[in-house]
């Protein structure tokens, strides 16, 4: 069993496709085991997407994160880390292939949906970070 860590990002908020994604996880086999609604707020967000703190966009995203709260959940099943991560589909909305969450409801780049862990160190070090 492996978990890994989601976060349901302000446009998934805002166009109410929490159920939806949810669903899609769901009926892959993962489990939901923990959930809370937040506030991103600069100093998490700053820790959360280090890699990118140096790039010339990294204030649209902290803005857009900031924007509404949002959803962490913590998904648990056989291989979850990769599995979201293909159920999510790549960064890139307008790359990702339809039939992943980014690749249907999507915008851009930017606004793709949710976060996943993109390993099993990360998953832990994120699980740690969201559920303190
Ligand atoms: P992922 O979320 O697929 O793991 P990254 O860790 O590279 O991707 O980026 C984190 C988040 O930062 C992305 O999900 C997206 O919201 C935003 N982002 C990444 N690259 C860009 C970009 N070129 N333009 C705008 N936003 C971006």
């Not at 913590?74 to 159920?87: D, K, L, P």
Request: hydrophobic letters at 40%.
């Amino acid at each position: 069993m492996e978990k890994s860590l989601i976060i349901l990002k302000p446009d998934c908020m805002q166009r109410k496709l929490v159920g939806q994604v949810i669903s899609r996880l769901e009926n892959a086999g993962l489990n939901p085991i923990a959930c809370k609604i937040i506030n991103l707020d600069n100093d998490l967000l700053r820790e959360h997407y280090a890699h990118l703190a140096h790039l010339t966009f990294f204030p649209e995203i902290v803005e857009f994160m900031s924007s509404t709260p949002v959803m962490v959940i913590i998904f648990e099943g056989e291989n979850a880390v990769e599995r979201v991560r293909n159920i999510l589909g790549p960064t890139d909305s307008q790359k990702a292939p339809a039939g992943t969450i980014r690749g249907d409801f999507g915008l851009d780049k930017m606004r793709n949906i949710a976060h996943a862990s993109d390993g099993k160190d990360s998953a832990e070090k994120e699980i740690a970070r969201f559920f303190r």
